[in-house]
């Protein structure tokens, strides 16, 4: 894994201040602005769907092989805009 890490270092984009020649000798970012506003109330409203349309597709005796095309439809326009 070091070396898919490392890989994976060197081609990423950095910020000059923060680039470095190796990930084993960059400093550590302490200060990232990583605020994802809604992130979570959005998975969980993707996993409460994905876990309906599951539980429908067994409940139709789907085979777990086949790939069914899924229409979802909705009336409120935030949760439309998590699905497009």
Do not use: W
């Not at 990930?23 to 996993?47: W, Y």
């Not at 599951?54 to 092989?65: E, F, G, I, K, P």
């Amino acid at each position: 894994m070091p070396y898919l890490t490392e890989e994976l270092y060197q081609r990423l984009p950095h910020p000059a201040a923060l680039r470095s020649e190796s990930i084993c000798i960059s400093k550590f970012p302490v200060n990232l602005n990583l605020a994802f506003d809604g992130v979570k109330e959005n998975m969980d409203k993707t996993l409460l769907t994905v876990k309906a349309i599951r539980s429908q597709l067994a409940a139709l005796n789907v085979a777990s092989n086949a790939k069914p095309t899924i229409f979802l439809q909705t009336d409120n326009s935030e949760l439309r805009a998590v699905f497009q």
